[in-house]
């Protein structure tokens, strides 16, 4: 069965203060690792796929990198607005190829 | 990125009434769509799996009498939440599966629709 564990579950940074969010998994066939943002009472929003180990993919201050058996999401000099939930999820070969997801990582920048 | 809309962002119904969500995909063509309900400060849960034209695939626990989905176009699902309960009170997100040049997926969520029912 395809699982994804995220750690840690919450976050406090200083604005500025660099870290990394990481997705934990294990998928019979991966076809995509996916990466969304999360505000309250919002639907996610779409950041980044991965499709294979090795690739590496930025966004603004975000950069998500992926290794056969984890993702990492770094997050460089965060601003208050990056305050969201970080959900991680993978997309297997089997199950009509959902997505299953991580409980996410709660990301609090204060000023 | 590609856009999934919702409708309505939010509503308040009776108990035993129906209510219909929409869920469109905007600027492109999704022959499966995803619908999920999320309960606060949880991760979002798969409710079922809606391919056009055909019926959808609901997981495990999920009342199909009760969640009716219909994915109509390949632009368009619908879920009609049958009979409503206070229990069925949530959020409810879809979301839209494009497929990429080489057969590659990526999965786009519209903004979701909060139920409340009284």
């Known amino acids: 069965e395809d699982q994804v564990t995220q750690s840690p579950e919450a976050l406090r940074l200083q604005e500025g203060e660099s870290s990394s969010l990481n997705c934990s998994y294990t998928?019979?066939?991966?076809?995509?690792l996916f990466w969304y943002r999360q505000d309250p009472g919002k639907g996610p929003e779409f950041l980044f796929t991965l499709y294979s180990a090795g690739e590496e993919k930025e966004k603004e201050r975000l950069k998500a990198t992926l290794t056969k058996k984890e993702s990492f999401l770094h997050i460089t000099a965060p601003k208050p607005e990056d305050s969201a939930t970080y959900l991680c999820a993978v997309q297997g070969n089997t199950g009509f190829q959902k997505l299953v997801f991580g409980t996410g990582t709660r990301l609090l920048v204060s000023p | 990125g590609a856009v999934v809309s919702q409708h309505p962002s939010w509503v308040i119904c009776k108990s035993g009434t129906s209510v219909k969500i929409e869920c469109r995909s905007l600027d492109f063509q999704a022959t499966t769509m995803f619908w999920y309900r999320q309960f606060p400060k949880q991760s979002l849960m798969l409710m079922a799996t809606s391919n056009e034209g055909s019926k959808a695939t609901y997981e495990q626990g999920v009342e199909k009498d009760k969640f009716l989905i219909n994915h109509a176009s390949l632009t368009l699902s619908t879920l009609t939440v049958t009979s409503a309960h206070p229990e069925d009170s949530s959020f409810y997100i879809c979301?839209?599966?494009?497929?990429?040049?080489?057969?590659?997926?990526?999965?786009?969520f519209g903004p979701g629709t909060r139920l409340t029912v009284t």
């Open positions: 979301s839209a599966r494009e497929t990429m040049a080489g057969g590659a997926y990526e999965q786009y």
């Open positions: 998928v019979s066939g991966l076809r995509g």
